[in-house]
């Protein structure tokens, strides 16, 4: 089959420190652990024998920090995009996980009442396209090449299964989206083609603190 291909790396940034065990969401000043930091490295390493032309971050400090490695090897500037950022949720600065914090309290049971939406949050359509945006914009400044966008889980995932044809609404528990994962998205000229994944860093616990 003739044509151009690109590929687009969407890299999931390395594990945060969060001591507190909260959803920091976007929220400032939440920066690399160094377990992250070492993770962010094993991903500079990964990519490092791919074409990388341009590299692209969320506007969080952790996913500047993840890029950061990527970048230098390939003598690249980082370049922040904000539509890779965090999903919005109305949950951030609390504990959520099960039996703990904020899903305990009654207040919060009203934000939960549609979970296809989701109604805690930014609705997952709407992560998938701005999402989608980015990945083509990276596509196009790529050229031949390869571009690596760094972002967060929920994005990632959302994107993952928009462009796979699969409903967007899943259990959180099952994201094949581990820290510091790479989830990429192979482009023939503009169309998509197929979605590779891979760990440099190793499987996670997607309900760890610093995750």
């Not at 951030?92 to 805690?120: F, I, M, Q, T, Y």
């Amino acid at each position: 089959m003739s044509g151009r291909t690109t590929v687009v790396h969407f890299v999931r940034h390395g594990e945060v420190h969060n001591p507190e065990g909260i959803l920091y969401g976007r929220l400032p000043g939440y920066r690399l652990s160094e377990e992250g930091r070492r993770q962010a490295k094993l991903v500079a390493g990964f990519l490092a024998d791919h074409d990388v032309r341009v590299v692209h971050a969320s506007p969080m400090q952790r996913a500047a920090e993840t890029a950061a490695p990527v970048a230098e090897r390939h003598g690249l500037d980082v370049t922040t995009e904000e539509r890779l950022i965090e999903a919005e949720n109305r949950f951030e600065g609390c504990r959520v996980s099960v039996g703990d914090g904020a899903l305990r309290s009654p207040r919060h049971w009203p934000k939960l009442w549609n979970p296809l939406r989701p109604s805690w949050g930014e609705p997952y359509l709407r992560i998938a396209h701005r999402m989608l945006a980015t990945a083509h914009r990276a596509r196009q400044a790529a050229g031949s090449g390869e571009a690596v966008c760094v972002s967060h889980q929920l994005p990632i995932w959302t994107l993952r299964r928009f462009v796979e044809g699969k409903p967007l609404w899943h259990d959180p528990r099952k994201r094949q989206c581990s820290l510091a994962s790479v989830t990429s998205l192979v482009f023939r000229d503009e169309e998509f083609e197929r979605v590779l994944y891979a760990e440099p860093a190793g499987e996670t616990d997607a309900k760890a603190s610093g995750a």
